[in-house]
């Protein structure tokens, strides 16, 4: 009877030369933690401010549900937009940008969730705005001047926000 034999396998002799550096990928204005993403998260937080108070300030707001849908989402794109531009502030203090393959998706997805919501809602109002003030010819009754730049500052600020999101999308997609 004979049993399997068991040859050694010699390690390979070390090598000397060392492995070529990793490239990193440039920073990109736009991306998180570089000063173009502040001036892009500053917009997005203004227009979504403004739109949020011109929509607050007109009293039969409730009444349609569209705008009541724009004021929550511009009012959650506002608070997402503020935390952001706080964190590239802090990025831009201490001159670092977001590496964090983490944090890079929780931005994307979240510039993801919020854009869509605000591009909802601000389709959705102008959709009842021209309802107001083109087919059912009511707007002297309402304040169709308020909802009609209510919803340019929701669609100027998913402008603002398209960017932010492809940018770290993209710096997610390239890791």
């Not at 983490?102 to 919501?117: M, Q």
Request: charged share 10%.
């Amino acid at each position: 009877m004979s049993g399997p034999a068991v040859h050694p396998v010699e390690a390979p002799p070390p090598t000397t030369e060392a492995a070529p550096p990793r490239v990193r990928m440039k920073d990109v204005q736009g991306m998180s933690g570089t000063t173009g993403a502040l001036v892009l998260r500053l917009c997005q937080f203004a227009f979504a401010a403004i739109s949020l108070c011109v929509m607050a300030t007109t009293s039969d707001f409730p009444s349609v549900t569209a705008f009541r849908y724009l004021v929550g989402a511009v009012g959650l794109q506002s608070i997402w937009s503020l935390s952001l531009a706080l964190t590239d502030v802090y990025a831009l203090m201490v001159r670092r940008s977001f590496r964090n393959s983490g944090i890079v998706s929780l931005f994307a997805i979240g510039d993801g969730i919020t854009s869509t919501l605000t591009f909802a809602a601000a389709c959705a109002s102008a959709g009842i705005t021209v309802l107001i003030g083109n087919d059912l010819d009511k707007c002297n009754l309402n304040h169709c001047t308020r909802f009609m730049s209510a919803t340019a500052m929701a669609f100027l600020c998913w402008f603002a926000v398209s960017p932010s999101f492809l940018l770290n999308f993209w710096s997610l997609a390239s890791r």
